[in-house]
């Protein structure tokens, strides 16, 4: 099934929510395989809702999300659950097991597609290593940092080798050098072939690293620029 690598089309996509807010209106962009892009604009911006319509948690209430130039809107169950696989998620709060070791953390997202026991205890050290925590291996979310909890998150996200990743504020809860340290893991992801969609307050982080900035305010796309700052004063 080639759709579920391919390129992010969103073709005039609105979204009103049951309760009459919009969300999305009429939002048309294109992101390519192997990009890195920042999606920013201010809290209520839709930056949630347009990760969760790539991922079909939520349908558009008119326009298409296409996914490898397939309509997602039209996929079936079995479709929709493969691309779901082949995405990985990180959110502000990091969602960790708190009875589950680090090990466990990360392996469950194995487990969930029914990994060999094999492949589990080769990719699990391996992407613990990558963020840097391979020592951290058997102890429990609450004995870690932030920082530390965030890295375990992308960890988790990554383990099975996703194509995408979508990244939602994930520095939101980090101090600045923090933010830096989960910022060069994306990259080094985005740079393995990944591609990474990233929403972010953080002006800081955006305005030094130049990528892709999508602009997001009331529910509009307002801006879309290679190399882009941050451009907004909150
Ligand atoms: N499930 C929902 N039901 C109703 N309104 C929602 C829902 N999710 C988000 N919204 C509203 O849609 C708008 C965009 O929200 P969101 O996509 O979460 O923005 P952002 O992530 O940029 O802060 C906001 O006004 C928000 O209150
Ligand atoms: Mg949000």
Redesign the pocket.
Known sequence: MMGVTGVIQFQGVT?I???G????QNINIEIEKGEFAFLV????????????LIIRK?FPTSGQVLVGHKNIAKMKAGEVSLLRRNVGFIFQDFKLLPHKTVFENVSFALEVIEASKREINRQVPAVLELVGLKDKANIFPSELSGGEQQRVSLARAIVNRPHLLLA??PTGNLDPETSWGLMDLLLEINKRGTTVIM?THNKNIVDKLRRRVIA?DG?RMVRDEQKGGYGFED
């Open positions: 979204k929510y049951n309760n807010v919009t969300a999305l604009g201010p809290s209520g911006a839709g930056k949630s809702t347009f990760m969760k939520e939602d504020e929403s997001l529910g």
